[in-house]
């Protein structure tokens, strides 16, 4: 049985220490990939960075403005996926969003799973996907802005 309260605690906590001191929060000159994304509803508005080398993704970036929820996710996803292929990425964005949208995948999900408690604020949701969909047009050079409405 798990401890309800402690993972809610957890998740604001680390929601609040991503909010207050975003990782990776910086624009990178020297990006191969870049996509912009906006949740109209929110008026979360970022930017990823990319540098993918060989199917790796060597470093990863984000600036931008937007609600906790927003920023601490984007701030946990660049954690999370400096260093993973490319193939990784895109198979943890559709276990983030399933996670997030659905239940709870079949995969643990280590630290991103304090992201789960986003699913307890159904208007919520697009602002910790945002950066998630943001990535996935950056990596796959969708070429359009992120848009989570």
């Avoid at 979360?44 to 403005?65: E, N, R």
């Avoid at 990425?89 to 709870?104: D, G, Q, S």
Wanted: net charge negative; glycine share 6%; proline share 3%.
């Amino acid at each position: 049985m798990r401890d309800d309260d402690g993972l809610r605690d957890l998740y604001q906590e680390v929601i609040f220490d991503h909010n207050r001191k975003p990782r990776n929060f910086h624009a990178m000159d020297d990006a191969s990939h870049r996509a912009d994304g906006h949740n109209p509803l929110c008026g979360d508005q970022l930017t990823v960075y990319a540098k993918v080398s060989d199917g790796i993704v060597q470093d990863v970036s984000f600036v931008g403005h937007g609600c906790a929820i927003s920023t601490a996710s984007a701030s946990l996803m660049t954690e999370a996926v400096r260093g993973q292929s490319v193939e990784q990425v895109e198979a943890l964005f559709r276990n983030i969003h399933a996670m997030l949208t659905e239940a709870h995948p079949d995969c643990d999900l280590g630290k991103l799973e304090v992201l789960s408690g986003v699913r307890e604020f159904p208007s919520r949701v697009k602002c910790a996907t945002l950066a998630w969909h943001t990535l996935h047009n950056a990596i796959t050079r969708a070429g359009d802005t992120a848009v989570t409405e």
